[in-house]
């Protein structure tokens, strides 16, 4: 968890998204209350606008007003549909593990598809949550559309901090079709994990049995493999024992108090956005805390319902990780060799536009490559955290997946000093920058095209008169990518492999 701590913010990125959550979040739920509706309108109407900022992570501004305008049409009609069957019980089953299904099915359509595929989930959830029925739909659909219009003006007028970001990374669609696509593949894993959590969870409790579905659902947003998923549910466990501690500790004794709890509220809305690319287990603290303080609101907490959420996180994080281990397995190693090839791309492409830039081309930046491989190394390491996790017993494939993220980590930190030393650089090295920037190109081809198999070039080549700080942090650059042979299995004898 120290990582939060340390995690370097690029841009201040984090920050300013996590503040303008907190606006954006704050500000919905305010204009609800102004508009008269009831406390589980307003809540509806915070979670939406949370959803809406969270989850919509489309490449340029103009996609991402697109999925915006269509969450309502995701959401809506399983509002109406979980609103109408909510005491039909063996229907409403039925519909929320075909929501789930469908769901995680139409992430095969990247960023769009993850985020109608959540906000129709959470439309679903939402309604257990408070126990909706159809003569609350106007308010709901009401209290949603005001709030997804509050988080589209605080996002894309009054905060349009995206300008020039790359989007967060999605999961690697593989080609194919059928089984053969880990979205298909995982769209079935999910829909039998909450099938048994719903299962389960009722047998613990006929009125939250909803919290084990959601715990497995969530364990599969943003994994793509057996490995991921295991260490999620892990972590999810984690946040949410220690989550139900400081609710036992802050929630309970507030009792529900508007002004304390509101504030919390917006605290903890702030860390789930700050902490959600860097920890899990600090993620789902902050939203255990947040729903503890809800249910404070609404007047129902008690340490029981603490100690059943926990219960109930249990059964959802066993059933996901059993899905993955039983139905259809993903290999950790197809997923987090994906993500390296990707973040090795970026490097390239990096390189390739500084090398223009120096070469006197205007338009050439390498800016945005440099930023996009920032996002694809915390992929990377996502993906190899299962072969680090201390309960990972082969000790061979977890020192190479290290090192890997070492080697890994140092490409990143020379990259984004290479693009700011070069920002302005001096004519004198300009025909070395360049000879260096095509040095480092070559190295990646050979870690990226799988017919080479010769290792890249490494720092023995490279000249040592090169003392100039760019040519220093290319010349670290190419040493890294050289090493990067070894535990990537390009060199001879050595493989990083998973489970």
């Known amino acids: 968890m120290k990582r939060m701590f340390t995690a370097p913010d690029p841009g201040r990125l984090r920050l300013r998204n996590s503040v303008r959550a907190v606006i954006g979040v704050g500000t919905a739920v305010a204009v609800a209350e102004l508009c008269g509706f009831s406390l589980s309108a307003s809540i509806t109407g915070g979670l939406a606008a949370l959803l809406a900022l969270f989850t919509v992570t489309d490449a340029n501004v103009r996609a991402q007003r697109t999925t915006t305008a269509l969450l309502p049409v995701a959401g809506f009609p399983v509002l109406a549909w979980a609103t109408t069957l909510h005491g039909v019980t063996l229907a409403r089953d039925v519909a929320f593990v075909l929501t789930v299904f469908c769901g995680v099915y139409a992430r095969r359509w990247g960023a769009r598809g993850q985020a109608l595929g959540i906000f129709a989930f959470m439309s679903f959830f939402v309604t257990q949550f408070l126990h909706a029925v159809p003569a609350q739909l106007p308010?709901?659909?009401?209290?949603?559309?005001?709030?997804?219009?509050?988080?589209?003006?605080v996002r894309f007028?009054?905060?349009?901090?995206?300008?020039?970001?790359p989007p967060v990374a999605v999961p690697v669609e593989s080609p194919g079709t059928g089984l053969a696509r880990p979205t298909t593949r995982q769209a079935f894993q999910a829909a039998v994990a909450c099938s048994f959590a719903l299962l389960v969870g009722q047998a613990f409790s006929e009125d939250r049995w909803y919290w084990a579905v959601g715990t497995a659902w969530w364990i599969f947003v943003?994994?793509?493999?057996?490995?991921?998923?295991?260490?999620?549910?892990?972590?999810?466990?984690?946040?949410?024992?220690?989550?139900?501690?400081?609710?036992?500790?802050?929630?309970?004794?507030?009792?529900?108090?508007?002004?304390?709890?509101?504030?919390?509220?917006?605290?903890?809305?702030?860390?789930?956005?700050y902490t959600a690319a860097v920890s899990y287990s600090w993620m789902m603290l902050a939203v255990t805390v947040m729903a503890s303080l809800l249910y404070g609101l609404l007047g129902v907490l008690d340490a029981g319902l603490l100690a059943l959420r926990l219960v109930e996180t249990g059964v959802g994080a066993v059933c996901a990780m059993l899905a993955v281990v039983l139905v259809l397995p993903v290999t950790t190693h197809a997923t987090n060799d994906a993500w390296i090839q990707r973040a090795l791309h970026r490097v390239h492409a990096a390189t390739t536009a500084t090398a223009a830039r120096l070469e006197g081309d205007p338009e050439a930046d390498p800016t945005p490559h440099a930023a996009e491989l920032e996002l694809l190394f915390g992929r990377a390491r996502m993906a190899l955290a299962p072969l680090v996790h201390p309960l990972n017993p082969f000790r061979a494939r977890k020192a190479r997946a290290r090192q890997a993220i070492r080697l890994l980590d140092d490409c990143v930190n020379e990259v984004r000093a290479l693009v700011s030393a070069t920002t302005h650089p001096t004519g004198s090295q300009e025909a070395s920058l360049i000879d260096a920037c095509r040095r480092v190109k070559t190295a990646v081809e050979a870690l990226t095209v799988r017919e080479r198999r010769a290792t890249p070039t490494g720092a023995e080549t490279a000249h040592q008169a090169e003392t100039g700080t760019p040519l220093l942090h290319l010349h670290n650059l190419e040493k890294a990518l050289s090493e990067l042979a070894?535990?990537?299995?390009?060199?001879?004898?050595?493989?990083?492999?998973?489970?």
């Not at 007028?157 to 970001?165: M, N, T």
């Open 139 to 153: 308010e709901l659909y009401a209290a949603m559309t005001l709030a997804l219009l509050v988080a589209g003006a």
């Open 157 to 165: 007028l009054l905060w349009p901090i995206e300008r020039g970001v």
């Open 222 to 273: 943003n994994t793509a493999s057996r490995g991921e998923t295991l260490v999620r549910g892990f972590r999810r466990v984690l946040g949410t024992v220690i989550g139900v501690a400081v609710g036992l500790l802050v929630a309970i004794p507030l009792n529900g108090a508007p002004t304390p709890s509101a504030a919390l509220v917006a605290l903890c809305v702030f860390g789930i956005f």
């Open 486 to 499: 070894t535990p990537l299995g390009t060199a001879p004898g050595s493989r990083l492999a998973g489970s």
